[in-house]
């Protein structure tokens, strides 16, 4: 076929275009009807490829800079490769420097890829090839390339969504009950009361006892016992264990009952409540000891220097798990927390020895080994330092194959152990700095797994644009909040971004009836095809909302939208913690169950 001088390219931006050189255009392509007197279902009905949305039902809509396009219609269809030819528009057989000029082989021509091309000669906007796909899918047909055919769409947040119901209880009441007075504070005050009263009836009793105050050794033990209690609360064991419990609850329950239940992942309440009555004790053992020391009673000054260090350590510990702080310095919380109980683990235990020791030298006392054997402080520490070393007994270093999705997600897929359902892992390039944990999604084979990153802050970016082919890990799988769905007979399951990870690793291997709303920016484009196919095997009715292209919707009203739909029990929220809250309070002010984790809960 014999090369022909291709036309200079026209700019839409100047003032006016030769309309000659829209007429040719138009005899040459050979306009049909107007869209209007053609059957919408026929297979030669108009479609643009500037369509707004990928939907085959919605309205088109054509901006100003693309009227060229519009004027001139056309039937991709019948636009064959000599019609092509004819406007001296690149083809397979024509083409002969890629780099210089935009090209597509016969086949694309045939099935619509022209479009493209013509649109770019004529100075056109340009426009993505996933929204010529759009308008493909749209008209019924199918990509050349099978591979390339989805189920899944990108939905549009629909028009008459059902008005949101009128909220229950007055204003003050509904906001103290669902954003200051949580079952995590609640929780968190029956340990805190529950330690409180004991020590004031303490007191009381030992008002005039002499020494003042309670019994030394009935102080330091209540103190290890709240900081067992914290530690037992967030051991792998202890949480698989609960949820393995509450999880058994059958549907023929209650819906209350079983609404109670779900709330189980707010067992973090229990954590803070206990560390903090734990620091409240041992600042009562601190004022006795000292005490003692002034009056001459009690003279070892190491006693002393341990016990202080020690409430410094346990006063740092819960100043910077404060929210507010645990935000702004996460890193610094992190650190804390983890070397902060490590060294008090430590000191509790030299503390024992030192007290011990003191006591043995008094006259008519016990050695040292029966002090110690008989001291209750003793084997609660003995209990606190077993489960502390348990997860760094477990602790290896696996290989990892990670997928980078885009520059804002990767895929990481680890194949050394089989895991279960909505399971979290731990993962880190350095086990002595930070840990993060994933969901984990199972592979269909049920031999591998893997999980998804996104891009939350330094560590995530880095695995992102430099991932890693090993990890360390720690510990065992924890079970995750969404595991309490299956207590329901019908949820609605409502995400953001990377919360699909979560998700997925529920539905994908323990299906539960469910409608899924995910909002995300470019789903397909962040998380690529795969992720995109498993959602619609999950949820072939997911609501998928491209937040890029529609804007950010009201994700409450479609939440509520999905639960009235689908006639569901529950809704749960995998989310940031402000949309979280929002769609919490959203639900719960409506008397709908709700739930969704935050920070510690």
Not at 292 to 313: E, M
Not at 330 to 336: G, K, L, R, Y
Request: proline share 7%.
């Amino acid at each position: 076929m014999a090369q022909q001088a291709r036309p200079e390219p026209l700019d839409i931006r100047k003032a006016s275009i030769d309309s000659s050189t829209n007429a040719s255009l138009a005899t040459a392509m050979e306009s049909p009807a107007k869209p209007s007197q053609q059957d919408p279902n026929s297979p030669d009905s108009y479609h643009t490829v500037h369509q707004t949305k990928c939907t085959a039902d919605d309205n088109v809509k054509i901006n100003p800079s693309d009227r060229i396009v519009s004027d001139v219609s056309f039937r991709p269809e019948t636009l064959t490769t000599a019609k092509a030819c004819s406007l001296g528009y690149p083809t397979e057989d024509t083409f002969e420097d890629r780099s210089n000029a935009s090209s597509a082989s016969s086949d694309d021509l045939e099935k619509g890829m022209a479009p493209v091309l013509i649109q770019n000669q004529i100075g056109a906007n340009e426009i993505e090839l996933s929204d010529m796909e759009c308008a493909v899918r749209a008209r019924g047909h199918h990509p050349a390339n099978p591979s390339d055919s989805s189920n899944w769409r990108i939905s549009t947040p629909p028009k008459d969504i059902p008005k949101l119901p009128v909220k229950r209880e007055r204003r003050i009441w509904r906001g103290l009950r669902h954003n200051f007075v949580t079952v995590y504070q609640r929780l968190f005050a029956i340990c805190l009361v529950a330690n409180i009263i004991p020590l004031v009836v303490c007191l009381l009793n030992n008002r005039h006892s002499q020494p003042w105050g309670p019994d030394r050794g009935d102080v330091a033990a209540a103190a290890a016992t709240n900081i067992l209690a914290a530690f037992l609360i967030r051991q792998e064991n202890v949480i698989n264990s609960l949820y393995a419990i509450c999880c058994a609850t059958p549907w023929w329950f209650p819906l209350r009952f079983r609404r109670m239940v779900a709330k189980l992942y707010h067992f973090g309440g229990v954590h803070s409540g206990c560390a903090v009555s734990a620091t409240v004790w041992f600042i009562l053992f601190s004022t006795l000891i000292t005490k003692d020391y002034a009056s001459g009673a009690y003279d070892q000054p190491g006693v002393i220097a341990v016990t202080y260090i020690l409430l410094a350590l346990l006063l740092s510990i819960c100043i910077f798990a404060i929210p507010k702080f645990r935000i702004v310095s996460h890193n610094i919380f992190e650190a804390v927390h983890r070397f902060a109980g490590w060294i008090s683990v430590g000191l509790f235990w030299v503390l024992i020895l030192l007290v011990s020791r003191a006591n043995a030298e008094m006259p008519g006392a016990k050695s040292l080994g029966i002090t110690v054997v008989e001291s209750p402080v003793f084997w609660i520490l003995l209990v606190i330092t077993f489960f502390t070393i348990l997860p760094w007994l477990r602790l290896r270093k696996v290989e990892a194959f990670p997928e980078v999705l885009s520059n804002h997600a990767t895929r990481i897929h680890f194949k050394y152990m089989k895991i279960g359902p909505v399971l979290g892992l731990r993962i880190s390039d350095n086990p002595l700095k930070e840990w993060h944990a994933f969901a984990s999604i199972p592979a269909p084979d049920g031999q591998s797994f893997s999980l998804i990153v996104s891009d939350a802050g330094d560590w995530t970016k880095k695995q992102i644009m430099q991932p890693s082919h090993a990890y360390w890990v720690r510990g065992i799988p924890i079970t995750g909040v969404l595991r309490m769905a299956i207590i329901f007979r019908r949820v609605v399951i409502v995400t953001t971004g990377s919360g699909i990870g979560p998700v997925l690793s529920m539905l994908v291997s323990h299906p539960v009836p469910c409608r899924l709303l995910w909002s995300t920016p470019n789903p397909e484009k962040t998380y690529g095809e795969n992720i995109m196919e498993s959602v619609c095997k999950a949820d072939p009715d997911a609501m998928i909302i491209n937040t890029r292209a529609s804007g950010r919707p009201d994700m409450v009203a479609l939440a509520y939208h999905l639960y009235v739909q689908s006639n569901a029990e529950a809704v749960f929220c995998i989310s940031n913690p402000s949309l979280t809250r929002k769609i919490v309070y959203g639900m719960e002010s409506r008397g709908i169950p709700a739930y969704g984790p935050i920070w510690d809960s």
